[in-house]
């Protein structure tokens, strides 16, 4: 099973969407909330060089925004 | 010309609060319809709380979006993801041409809403999600002690200066015109946040960086500024997202979709409704309403035509 980390933000709708969309396909995920964890917040923008949210994380690589094709093309690699 | 029982009797364009109205309704009304649009949800997305729907007290962008989302699911509307690239005359119907494939149909309602208007100066795409942002509540909380700079004098700028007030360490706030047009209560509470410097008759000229945002220029009463900031929220009106109709229908000054009271347009059996269209108030309620307005006059015209 692919490592997946999910950057976000409380306040953040894309975040809320992107995260219900993964519990609906039944994917684990651990959620890092960026708001409260400047390290992290610094180690996102540093891996993406992007400083948006949500971000996901899958085995390493960042996909940026919620875009449920690139994700599932790069679970399915990961498979 | 495809065989009658391949032409719809109606395709909605746009799944923001209007199309949506409209499809739920056309479900109900058993018509032969597709909704079309490249997302589902539309602006309601991008924001903050809700607090002027009726019958709800309070709500945010993402709940009211996930709500409808049940609310489609409870009325058989299936939504597909394509984008509309064109609406032609074909014959007395029309035909709705997508990335993926084309739809003939007797009426179509265009309800595909409006987006955030770009400043259009040198940074600012390069500095896209990297210190620049159309969305304070997304990305926001990554400016936490930081300086930041929000461009805009408008209801939508204000509200993105009073989320921003706990995060950030200082904020400037760029007005263009020499007044604020937002809502009175968000002038008030801005005014009184001492957090905030604003800079009226202020026109930003271009984005700063390295590989982040560093700084911004803007001139005032002639002369050229510079701000050092991490961050540039920008928050100046919207565009309506119509140009794929331009040839179809008649828009106004301002691309908006030219409607009637009715929703009609220009072109009979066209209908429009929400922020793509003339009306120039961007509400949730209005979206709702024409959405609503639109199936049932588009109904009506079919029913009229037999």
């Known amino acids: ?79 | 010309m495809a065989a009658d029982s391949k032409v719809y009797d109606t395709v909605i364009i746009g799944a923001g609060i209007a199309g949506l109205t409209a499809a739920m309704y056309a479900s109900r009304k058993k018509m032969k319809f597709e909704i079309i649009s490249s997302d589902f949800g539309g602006q309601f997305m991008v924001s903050g709380e809700v607090l002027n729907y009726p019958g709800i007290i309070k709500t945010t962008g993402v709940e009211l979006s996930m709500t409808m989302e049940e609310q489609m699911k409870f009325n058989n509307v299936n939504v597909k993801t394509e984008t509309v690239q064109k609406v032609a005359n074909e014959g007395e119907n029309f035909k709705v041409v997508t990335d993926k494939g084309e739809y003939s149909t007797r009426t179509v309602i265009i309800a595909t809403g409006a987006r955030a208007r770009k400043l259009g100066v040198p940074g600012e795409d390069r500095f896209a999600k990297k210190g620049v942002t159309y969305c304070s509540i997304c990305d926001g909380p990554l400016f936490a002690g930081k300086e930041v700079t929000v461009i805009g004098g408008g209801s939508a700028a204000l509200e993105a200066v009073d989320f921003l007030k706990d995060i950030v360490s200082k904020m400037y706030m760029l007005v263009r015109s020499d007044r604020f047009t937002g809502h009175e209560y968000l002038i008030d509470k801005v005014k009184s946040n001492p957090k905030v410097e604003v800079l009226l008759g202020a026109e930003t000229t271009e984005i700063l960086g390295d590989k982040f945002v560093t700084g911004l220029k803007y001139t005032q009463g002639g002369k050229e500024n510079q701000l050092d900031v991490k961050g540039v929220i920008i928050e100046i009106g919207r565009v309506p997202n119509t140009e794929a109709f331009k040839d179809t229908i008649k828009l106004d000054d301002h691309n908006h979709i030219i409607i009637d009271c009715t929703t009609a347009t220009t072109t009979p059996g066209i209908f429009a409704a929400g922020d793509c269209a003339s009306g120039h108030e961007y509400q949730y309620v209005i979206a709702a309403g024409q959405g609503c307005m639109a199936l049932i006059k588009a109904a009506r015209y079919l029913a009229n035509k037999k």
């Open chain 1, 1 to 79: 099973m692919a490592k997946i980390r999910v950057y976000s933000t409380p306040t953040c709708p894309w975040c809320m969407k992107l995260k219900a969309w993964l519990k609906s396909k039944g994917i684990e995920f651990e959620n890092i909330d960026v708001s409260e964890d400047q390290e992290a917040a610094q180690a996102m923008i540093k891996k993406s060089g992007q400083m948006g949210v949500p971000q996901i994380e899958i085995n390493g690589k960042m996909i940026v925004g919620f875009n449920p094709e690139a994700i599932e093309a790069e679970l399915k690699k990961s498979r």
